[in-house]
């Protein structure tokens, strides 16, 4: 009985506090870095990110957290049930740039236009939405793929270049990418639009039903939010002495980065109100690009949980 009660207690002790998280998250976007300075400066335990999505926290039972945009979120939801939103980390007020040699001045006026985003992701969402706010229909248009570009020169194929060649006549993409192409083609040659009404990104943390039912990993992603939320704190009130971790983390140049910051609406502990409304709305479009079925609200309600989030701002 002792010696069985002594090697649980060197058992435990061997143990570290906390053990591993491994996220994954797209490592070339600027919504990630909050992750990276979080598991940098505020989080005890050890963070291993990989680059990918929610495409690999319902496939590899390795990864306990994943950070994504709504769009992927409800493309994996619908043949994972057990993936959970569990945290808001950005909102992004994606922007749509307009070259005016394209006779472009009002989005009406990009009927029988080609616009560069990227198809089947939020960026391509966020078109149609803008679009549709104008009366355009998705036939009124064509969309263009193309790469994005973090920093200047863009190269050939990439949406800031596509459009000073005149390949696209605007683009509506995530962030640095079209503030690369309005500096490409000069700020007095283009026009901007943005409504975040209409439609802006919800970027969040997710996790499983799964992880979330292990009490001690559950512990160590409540640990995690907590040290996101002060990393958060410090993205909105000193940005500053964040840029040069976030600029070589991306590899995006300071000043572009100072241009863009106030596209991106950083959380520092909720989750949006109206986030069940946006995920019904969007399901319609990504059933339609993913040809099945819209999900009931009701089992959309159940991609978001809230409670580890209360634990986190209660603790
Ligand atoms: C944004 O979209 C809403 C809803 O369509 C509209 O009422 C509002 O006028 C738009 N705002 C701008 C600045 O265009």
């Known amino acids: ?24 998250s797209a490592l070339n976007t600027i919504e990630y870095t909050p992750e990276l300075i979080a598991s940098k400066d505020y989080f005890s335990g050890t963070v291993s990110i990989t680059n990918g999505g929610v495409a690999n926290i319902v496939s590899d039972t390795s990864i306990d957290l994943a950070a994504n945009a709504e769009t992927q979120a409800l493309r994996q939801f619908a043949n994972h049930k057990n993936l959970r939103i569990i945290y808001t980390v950005a909102e992004v007020y994606y922007r749509l740039v307009a070259a005016k040699k394209s006779g472009i001045s009002a989005l009406a006026d990009l009927k029988g236009k080609k616009i560069g985003s990227f198809p089947g992701t939020s960026a391509a969402y966020f078109v149609e939405r803008l679009l549709t706010s104008a009366g355009l229909k998705n036939t009124d248009y064509t969309v263009v793929s193309g790469n994005i570009c973090s920093g200047a020169p863009c190269g050939a194929g990439t949406f800031p270049y596509m459009l000073q060649h005149g390949t696209v006549d605007a683009v509506g993409m995530w962030e640095p990418s079209v ?11 283009v026009v901007i639009f943005q409504n975040r009404t209409v439609y802006r990104e919800v970027f969040n943390l997710h996790s499983t039903a799964e992880k979330l039912q292990d009490a001690s990993k559950r512990k160590e992603i409540v640990g995690f939010l907590q040290a996101l939320i002060k990393a958060e704190q410090k993205f909105v009130q000193d940005p500053a002495s964040v840029y040069p971790r976030v600029s070589a983390a991306v590899n995006v140049d300071t000043t572009v980065l100072e241009e863009v910051w106030p596209v991106h609406g950083w959380n520092t502990g909720t989750l949006p109100d109206d986030l069940l409304d946006v995920l019904v709305a969007e399901d319609q479009w990504v059933a339609r690009t993913d040809r099945r079925t819209a999900m009931a609200r009701d089992t959309l309600a159940n991609l978001i949980d809230g409670s580890v989030l209360k634990e986190a701002l209660a603790t």
């Open 1 to 24: 009985m002792r010696t069985v009660l002594l090697t649980a207690v060197f058992t435990a002790l061997a143990l570290p506090a906390f053990a591993a998280l491994k996220i994954a």
């Open 179 to 189: 503030q690369l192409a309005i500096d490409a083609l000069g700020k007095e040659n």
